[in-house]
């Protein structure tokens, strides 16, 4: 699956925005890209959640790292290892055991073996241990780190099974979610198996209490993590979103269904995102763009609206836009060109919490790739044909998104109320492209603010920057879409996660 890092597009030549160093240190990371398909050069962090210390790990194919500062990002421990235990190996995930020592997973290329080593900042000395994935394990869907537990999500061989890895203090816990009851069926009433659907449309982790763009909320099969279960959402049937339960202390998978909104073309794409305890639900066509926002529990409407193509989109706090890989957005004139530009992309919605209000992007996106045998595109609407993925020598993707934004009180009205300043997600995506000595970065959300932590491959040092929202001087140019602008997915060498 792939993971892109977007920029935020800032049409003003903006002042110093909120923005302060909190931290450097100086770093001998080998970042040069050679041919070695087993060279990783990875740079992440972590939060830990009881203490609020902050950990970095950084490394490359010689030593690690690790650099660990109060929750003031004053420096109270470093330790510097070789990275022969895990050489050849990518950094996939990372947590703090129950003694306060920071833990790291090292997987093999295969994705079938994993190195958890840990790691004694003031002994300085590690320990490790060695996971074999079981014979049934098919292949890794995401993994996350929560409440200083690291999870990994996989599919089990040859069933209809989800696979829950919990790795905590050395210790594997193993939930397995059974989906063989549950039918799955398009609109048109054409069956398929559930290896079939998440294969060809990958279960989507979406960020908790954070920013979500419209590359990740467009997907039709999205995974949000609670404490003690996870929600799963299915967009591949016109007419309904699929949710599932899955309880971690039973590993009961409990369905339910909340119908699309009907208009007046029965055709066209749709979409959800699951946001504060409510169902977003979108739906669009040449005629039309629909919207209902439902209560999660209930699956009663609270909220419908339809925008026609001779409207006037009235709570748009932005312009309507089309973006084509990293050019400059263009303006749609009207509701009818925005509504044919959406026809051939995934329609989406993207909220994330501005104060007391949330701000909303609506539109959508479609990334594919361009080979010597033509498109590697697919049709949402295909009913899975086609997706033929031999021959697929790529030579380079495009992408596509539009959208434009708005503002929802909480009274869940829909205002056209411009941001009056930058969030401190715009600062921080607006920093990464102004910088281009900027490598290896890694976002972390703190309470009201981001951590940006990065290698300067000019100054060979690793920075620590805090972000706010707002201005620290004034800005004398045009007013920000707080939107994300393409740019090359981030890798892990040669290794995927689907």
């Given amino acids: 699956m792939k993971k892109l890092v977007f920029f935020f597009l800032l049409i003003s030549k903006s002042a110093l925005l909120g923005q302060t160093v909190l931290n450097s240190y100086p770093l001998n990371l080998d970042t040069s890209y050679d041919r070695n398909p087993f060279k990783f050069v990875q740079a992440v962090n972590i939060e830990d959640e009881k203490t609020h210390d902050l950990y970095v790990f950084a490394s490359d194919n010689k030593n690690l790292s690790i650099l660990k500062y109060n929750k003031a990002v004053f420096l109270k421990n470093q330790y510097q290892d070789s990275i022969k235990v895990a050489y050849n190996r990518a950094l996939i995930g990372q947590s703090i055991s129950d003694d306060g020592h920071p833990i790291l997973y090292w997987s093999s290329a295969t994705m079938r073996n994993l190195k958890i080593i840990k790691y004694f900042l003031d002994n300085k000395v590690s320990k490790t241990l060695n996971f074999d994935f079981p014979s049934y394990h098919d292949y890794i869907i995401t993994y996350y780190q929560k409440n200083n537990i ?38 048109k009433k054409q069956n398929f198996s559930f290896s079939t659907v998440i294969d060809y449309f990958p279960i989507q982790k979406m960020e908790y209490n954070d920013f979500n763009p419209l590359d990740k909320t467009t997907n039709k099969t999205k995974m949000y993590v609670h404490d003690d279960h996870i929600t799963l959402s299915f967009d591949y ?39 504060d305890n409510k169902l977003f639900q979108i739906k669009t066509n040449s005629e039309e763009m629909l919207l209902d926002i439902k209560d999660f529990e209930s699956a009663k409407t609270i909220k419908n609206i339809a925008i026609a193509k001779n409207d006037t989109i009235r709570f748009k706090s932005s312009p309507l836009f089309l973006q084509l890989n990293d050019q400059k957005p263009q303006e749609l004139k009207t509701t009818g060109r925005f509504l044919k530009n959406l026809l051939n992309v995934n329609p989406g919605i993207s909220i994330f919490k501005n104060h007391e209000n949330n701000a909303v992007t609506l539109g959508g996106f479609l990334e594919y790739e361009i080979s010597e045998f033509g498109s590697n595109n697919y049709d949402q609407n295909d009913y899975f044909n086609g997706f033929d993925d031999a021959n697929r020598n790529s030579i380079y993707s495009q992408r596509k998104m539009v959208f434009f934004d708005t503002m929802l009180n909480p009274n869940l009205e829909f205002t056209n109320t411009r941001q009056q300043e930058p969030l401190a997600m715009d600062n921080l995506f607006y920093y990464l492209s102004t910088n281009k000595n900027v490598s290896l970065q890694s976002i972390l959300k703190i309470e009201d603010y981001y951590l940006l932590s990065y290698y300067d491959t000019a100054s060979k040092q690793y920075v620590i920057r805090k972000f706010t929202d707002g201005f620290m001087q004034e800005d004398y140019g045009n007013p920000i879409i707080n939107k994300s602008q393409f740019s090359k997915p981030a890798s892990f060498g040669k290794i995927k996660v689907r």
């Fill in 237 to 275: 049937n016109l007419k309904q979103t699929q949710v599932f339960n899955l309880n971690f202390e039973t590993q009961d998978v409990t369905e339910k269904n909340y119908p699309q909104p009907v208009g007046k073309k029965a055709s066209g794409n749709s979409n959800s995102l699951y946001y």
């Fill in 150 to 187: 690291f999870y990994i999500l996989a599919k089990e061989k040859n069933e209809p099974h989800l696979i829950l890895y919990e790795l905590n203090n050395g210790k594997c816990t193993i939930r397995m979610f059974d989906f063989s009851s549950f039918l799955f069926q398009n609109e």
